[in-house]
């Protein structure tokens, strides 16, 4: 088992930056993680995922050279760099594990085996 508590969320004005973390506890195997967020009437999409190594990641093309998503193994925790914050960027945003195959990164929610209880993100314009 692998527990995820993010962290980080909160009310930032259009423009603004925050930094979500993720930290891992428990049996943490190697594992690929990936930020997905979920907006009130919109499917969950994912944001930003990366490897096991870092030596891969994939971002949504609408947070593409505004967030970045890093991580230190050694602390077991995944970070979610977000500037340049929109109003539609508002949503509650969840980090997932995948542990079945660290190196490769999945955009399919259905992949990722153990998920974060989120942590809201609200962009005032």
């Known amino acids: 088992q692998v527990q995820l508590v993010e962290s980080g969320g909160g009310l930032v004005q259009a423009g603004g930056s925050l930094r979500l973390s993720c930290a891992a506890s428990?049996?943490?195997?190697?594992?690929?993680v990936g930020w997905f967020r979920q907006a009130p009437g919109k499917e969950r999409e994912l944001v930003a995922a990366?490897?096991?190594?870092?030596?891969?990641?994939n971002y949504l093309d609408s947070a593409k050279g505004r967030f970045t998503i890093s991580r230190d193994n050694a602390k077991n925790t995944v970070y979610l760099q977000m500037n340049g914050l929109k109003p539609e960027d508002t949503a509650v945003y969840y980090c997932?594990?995948?542990?079945?195959?660290?190196?490769?990164?999945?955009?399919?929610?259905?992949?990722?085996?153990?998920w974060g209880q989120g942590t809201q993100v609200t962009v005032s314009s």
């Open positions: 997932a594990a995948e542990t079945n195959y660290p190196e490769v990164i999945t955009t399919r929610a259905a992949f990722y085996d153990y």
């Open positions: 428990g049996r943490t195997y190697r594992y690929a």
């Open positions: 990366i490897s096991w190594s870092g030596g891969s990641t």
